[in-house]
Structure formats: structure tokens, C-alpha cells
């Protein structure tokens, strides 16, 4: 957790503000159970409670360290890992020396942990929990308490994990519903930068090369024109899906436009990202969409260099599309190096640079249309 964005701070990166909550949750979780244990430290103490008062000493350390790294640092230190073994030793211990006074105590730990970890490790660490539980209290109370414990600690673990589980899925669907565009599955433009700066940086530390391939539809509006916003839909669609199907694992495809889509090769050189680029090209064109529907696509290649911003690289690309649509369509461009300072990321301002022409199909008439 060493990444985030607390609540109330801008950022159009979905990945981030769940972040950000979930420190803000860390950190007000161990801060009120640093509250409410601190002062049974001298509680124990007064009682001759050494041990558990000892205990709940390093209860309380670990829950102002994680507080002081989450607030200097932004960092969870030992992601959390101490609090459950703390919080099953302290509740186990307290039970079995003070009775129901320490078994109050298991039931808000048992549901925290469900807060502070992993959904598995969370599973795990209340398997145990209520298994220790379950000895002490049936070395401590009579058999009716026993079962009375062991079956409502063991319901609000259940229930715990039940909410857990479905906060978890509403989490990951809310994230892909912010990040993926609707109609094509392919990702939207909240994820771009991070995603460029991300490959940037990649070439800043590692030497590692990455290329990015703009792709925009030929004449999409005449598309919807003639045969409806529905027939360009299911259109998009397809091509998206053809796209993606000769993608490798780790590439990723962006629709950053009405017809107008990227995809991000990581660790790619310019040559090979070339040769994709005429495949996919070839894909979409080979065979008609909807049975009838002839489409061809232009291209443009940009790879990163050293120095620039994510905003320039992909100026760069789309002047070489522009380049493509200007040179009769339907074929790739390369997109020059980059000579100009950065341009604003809410539009990327084209540049009628000449720029080299790679490899071209049959050209296609009439004037010629922004990508």
C-alpha cells in the first residue's frame, strides 16, 4: 500500500481512490483499537496480569507503527501481518485467564481481521481464531457456554466474510465498470496515463523499449449514415474483438475515441510493432463486418524515447495517424522523433510535419477525415 489516494483527493484512476480508502480503514481501525486497548494495559497490570499486560503492549506498538507509517510513509508496515497473531494470542490468553471479561474481546478482533486482509488470509486466520477459541472455552466454561460460543463466534465470522466477499465483487466490478469502455471491453482513457508513464518509466530505468499502435476506422461516419448507430456499434465491437484476439497477454487495447482505439506494447521495438500493425490492419479488412459491411482502418506507430512525456509520445502517434489519413488511408505510418515540448493531454495538438510513409493498401478517395 505504498500508492494511494485518500478520500477527497482528485484522481481519475479507480485503482488509486480504493486505495486511498483502504488506508483511510487501516488506519482508523488501528487507531481506535490502539484507543480501546491502551489503557487496559494498566488494567491487567493492576490485576497481576503480567503476561497479557505484556501482550497488549506489543498490541499497542504494532498499532502506532502502523499508524506512523501510514501517516509518514503511506506505507502498512508488515502489511498488517502482526494484528491477527496479536489479536488470537491476546483474546485466546484474556479468555482463559479472565473469562467472558476476555471473551468480548474475540468477536470485534475475529471481524477486523476481514478488514485488514486478504479475503483468503482472512479465511484463514478466523479458522484458526475460532478453532483456539473453541479449546479455551471448553477448558473454560461449562459445555452449554461452549457450544453458546463456539457457534456465535463462528456465525459472525461467517457473516463477516459474506459481507467481505460482496463488498470485494462490488469493488472489482465498480473498477472494471470505471476503467472499460461499455460497448468494446476494451479499456477507457482513465487508465492512460498511468498506463504510458508507467512504460516510460519502464524505458527510464530498465532500457526497456515500448511501442504504442493508433488505429482509426476509414470513413466510420459514412458507416453510421448508411446503415445506423446500431450496425456501427456492433462494427466497433467486432474490431475490437479481432484486435484483441492477436494481442499477447500483456498488451493492452484502449478505445480512446468514437472510432479511434490504441494499443500499448510493452517491450516492443518499432519494427515489430510494425509488423503488427499490418496485421491488424490486414484482420480488419480481410472480411466484411455484419456479413456485408466492407471496413478498412489506418495506423500509426510511435515509439517511446528517452526524456519525453506520455503526452508527447502520443501526439507524436496521432500526428503520424493524421499523417496516414492525409496520405489516402488504409495503410501505416511511423511518427517522427520527437522535436516539439510537451502538448496539453486533453487534446493532442497535430503538427503537418512530413513524416515517413511505411507501407500502404489501396488508397481510398475523397477528403480526407480526422482520426
Known amino acids: 500500500m505504498n500508492q494511494s ?32 486497548v491502551a489503557p ?21 506498538a504494532n498499532a502506532a507503527l502502523v499508524l506512523l507509517f501510514l501517516r509518514f510513509r503511506n506505507t502498512y508496515f508488515l502489511k498488517g501481518r ?85 463488498v470485494g465483487r462490488l469493488q472489482q466490478e465498480l473498477t472494471r465498470l470505471a476503467t472499460t469502455d461499455p460497448l468494446t471491453g476494451c479499456l477507457n482513457r482513465s487508465q492512460l496515463a498511468d498506463v504510458l508513464n508507467s512504460q516510460i518509466q519502464m524505458r527510464e530505468r530498465y ?11 476509414d470513413y466510420f461516419k459514412n458507416i453510421n449514415d448508411q446503415w445506423g448507430h446500431l450496425a456501427g456499434d456492433r ?3 467486432e474490431m475490437a474483438g479481432r484486435v484483441r484476439k492477436r494481442l499477447r497477454q500483456n498488451d493492452q487495447l484502449f478505445r480512446i475515441g468514437g472510432e479511434e482505439f490504441m494499443v500499448v506494447l510493452p517491450e516492443t521495438r518499432q519494427k515489430d510493432a510494425h509488423t503488427l500493425a499490418q496485421q491488424l490492419l490486414t484482420s480488419i479488412s480481410a472480411r466484411p463486418f455484419l456479413d456485408d459491411i466492407r471496413v478498412t482502418a489506418s495506423a ?16 507524436r502517434a496521432d500526428q503520424a495517424l493524421y499523417e496516414a489519413k492525409a496520405r489516402g488511408r488504409n495503410q501505416v505510418v511511423l511518427a517522427p522523433a520527437s522535436r516539439q515540448p510537451p502538448m496539453p493531454p486533453e487534446r493532442w495538438q497535430r503538427s503537418p510535419a512530413p513524416l515517413q510513409p511505411v507501407s500502404s493498401g489501396p488508397a481510398a478517395s475523397g477528403t480526407p477525415d480526422t482520426p
Open 5 to 36: 489516494a485518500p478520500p477527497g483527493t482528485a484522481t481519475t484512476n479507480p485503482t488509486l481512490a480504493v486505495l486511498g480508502f483502504r488506508r483511510q480503514l487501516v488506519y482508523h481501525l488501528h487507531f481506535w483499537a490502539f484507543i480501546a
Open 300 to 315: 500509426s506507430i510511435a515509439e517511446v524515447e528517452r526524456g519525453e512525456t506520455w503526452s508527447v509520445w502520443l501526439n
Open 40 to 60: 487496559l494495559v494498566m488494567v491487567q497490570w493492576q490485576h497481576g496480569n503480567l503476561l497479557l499486560s505484556a501482550l497488549l503492549v506489543f498490541f499497542c
Open 207 to 217: 532500457e526497456r523499449v515500448s511501442s504504442l499502435v493508433l488505429i482509426d476506422l
Open 235 to 237: 462494427v466497433l465491437k
Open 82 to 166: 502482526l494484528f491477527p497473531l496479536l489479536a488470537v494470542v491476546c483474546a485466546a490468553y484474556s479468555t482463559a485467564i479472565n473469562g467472558h471479561a476476555g471473551l468480548y474481546w474475540a468477536y470485534p478482533a475475529a471481524i477486523a481481521l476481514f478488514f485488514l486482509l486478504p479475503l483468503k488470509e482472512a479465511i484463514v486466520c478466523n479458522v484458526i481464531f475460532v478453532a483456539v477459541m473453541a479449546v479455551v472455552s471448553f477448558l473454560q466454561f461449562p459445555e452449554a457456554d461452549f457450544w453458546r460460543i463456539t457457534f456465535s463466534l463462528g456465525l459472525s465470522c461467517l457473516f463477516a466474510m459474506i459481507f467481505a466477499w460482496l
